[in-house]
C-alpha cells in the first residue's frame, strides 16, 4: 500500500511564503505523476502543479509565476513552494499521486493566508 504525507503548511501574511512537502512511501515500482490540488471553502477541489516522471510541470494559471513545484532525486517527494501568496489562496492543499497504475490522495494540510 502506498502513502502520501503532507507537511508545511500553516498561517502566513499576504505576500509571505510557504513550503509543501509530499512524501510517498511503500511499495513504489511506478510514479507517473505526483502534484498538488486545492479546495477551498465552497469551491470544488482544483488543479494547482503538478509534475511527471520525466519531469514535465504544469501549473494552474493563477499560480504561474509565484508557485514552484519540484521533487527529489528519488522522485517520491515532491515540493510545492509558494512565494507572493494572496487571501485567495487560502484553501486545504492536498497531494495527489498517480503510483503503480493507482491514484493516491494526501490527507491534506491547510494553507490560510490572512493579515
Known amino acids: 500500500q502506498v502513502q502520501l504525507v503532507e507537511s508545511g503548511g500553516g498561517l502566513v501574511q499576504p505576500g509571505g511564503s510557504l513550503r509543501l512537502s509530499c512524501a510517498a512511501s511503500g511499495n513504489i515500482f511506478a510514479i507517473a505523476f505526483m502534484g498538488w490540488y486545492r479546495q477551498a471553502p465552497g469551491k470544488q477541489r482544483e488543479l494547482v502543479a503538478r509534475i511527471t516522471n520525466g519531469g514535465s510541470t504544469n501549473y494552474a494559471d493563477s499560480v504561474k509565476g509565484r508557485f514552484t513545484i519540484s521533487r527529489d532525486n528519488a522522485k517520491t517527494t515532491v515540493y510545492l513552494q509558494m512565494n507572493s501568496l494572496k487571501p485567495e489562496d487560502t484553501a486545504v492543499y492536498y497531494c495527489?499521486?498517480?503510483?503503480?497504475?493507482?491514484?493516491?490522495w494526501g490527507r491534506g494540510t491547510q494553507v490560510t493566508v490572512s493579515s
Open positions: 495527489n499521486a498517480h503510483i503503480n497504475f493507482q491514484e493516491y
